[in-house]
């Protein structure tokens, strides 16, 4: 019961501001969601970081979980100074650069400044949004409170993951036409295969390129504009004599019969015999 003159406690008297405290914290979610899948995929193929590695395993626990720990304690103490709606602005300034810091990032520590940056985002914000809300209920509706906290959040968190992981295969048939060709590179000397390698693997149009054995060294597929832009690109990689190509065997697609769409569960987690 609330006593005349005192401000009314609970969900139903305070339901907009209950409303947009969750819908912080389901916007936390969805920055820490984001982040669960994005630097994963960019640590691998951007930095070359193994998904398993120690470095990425401290950047995630070491820099967000740390951080975070630290300032769910200063929150509570930054609070009773400045404000509750003010260590909430903060939180959320501190989580801007958080996107260009991804996009842009030159070098892995880079990733790992955006990583302590989301720590101190949830650590500000949906720490101080739970404390809020509890402060708005009764008291035989703090369990509630809190449930609907932590569910908001993790939807947030798993919307993200499922945003972000979502796969979307374009037909490029409809926004082009361009040549895909099956190439058979066949080099003079095999101690220049490292120069080769390392041409290709800058190279746009290279799709995929794969070391293989027998008489071919290098199987790889080419997207050009047309059997013009093809004809060009491999007379410069013959041409090259740093390279060593000694002939391309080229081999034009005329449609696809089967798309790789991932691999089989079967085979990625059949125990070995």
Known sequence: M???????????YNLDQFLHQLL???LVGLTIGMMRTVVPALAESEFGVPRNSFVLLTAFVVAFGFVKGVLNFVAGRLSERIGRKQVL????VVALP????VLWAPNWSWIVAATVLLGINQGLTWSMTQTAKLDLTHADQRGLVIGLNEFAGYVGVAGAGIITGYRAVIDVAHLSRPVNVFAEIILAKHAQGGQVERRLAAMEEVVECWEVTGATDYLARFTCADLAAYEALTTRLIDDPGLGVSRIVSHVA???VRRFAG???????EKPR
Do not use: D, K, T
């Open 254 to 256: 005329l449609r696809p």
């Open 89 to 92: 602005v903060l939180g959320w």
């Open 98 to 101: 958080i996107p260009a810091l």
């Open 24 to 26: 912080q914290v389901l």
């Open 2 to 12: 609330n006593r005349p003159g005192e401000p009314l406690h609970g969900i139903r």
């Open 263 to 269: 691999y089989p569960q079967s085979l990625l987690f």
